[in-house]
Nanobody, 113 residues
Framework: QVQLVESGGGLVQAGGSLRLSCAASGSISSINVMGWYRQAPGKQREFVATISTGGRINYADSVKGRFTISRDNAKNTVYLQMNSLKPEDTAVYYC???????WGQGTQVTVSS
């Protein structure tokens, strides 16, 4: 069983920054993809960014140039550095592991205008 524990959410003014972390523990494949998704009130969960153990990265167009995903494979931890935050970035951010398929509990990010 895999557990994903997120941290780093909070309230920030527009233009500010936050850094999210997600630590994975349990029976994790040595080759995997970890990433972040988000869900705003009344909307479906959407893709934000992913990174593989080999370092392949993908970003949603809406966050390119503002967010940076990284990982520490030795710690099974993925990070999301969020800069130039906008009110439309407000959402619950969920950490994801592709195999075995796992989700974190979510961390709230609120950006005030």
């Amino acid at each position: 069983q895999v557990q994903l524990v997120e941290s780093g959410g909070g309230l920030v003014q527009a233009g500010g920054s936050l850094r999210l972390s997600c630590a994975a523990s349990g029976s994790i494949s040595s080759i995997n993809v970890m990433g972040w998704y988000r869900q705003a009130p009344g909307k479906q969960r959407e893709f934000v960014a992913t990174i593989s153990t080999g370092g392949r990265i993908n970003y949603a167009d809406s966050v390119k140039g503002r967010f940076t995903i990284s990982r520490d494979n030795a710690k099974n931890t993925v990070y999301l550095q969020m800069n130039s935050l906008k009110p439309e970035d407000t959402a619950v951010y969920y950490c994801n592991l592709n195999w075995p398929p796992s989700w974190g509990q979510g961390t709230q990010v609120t950006v005030s205008s």
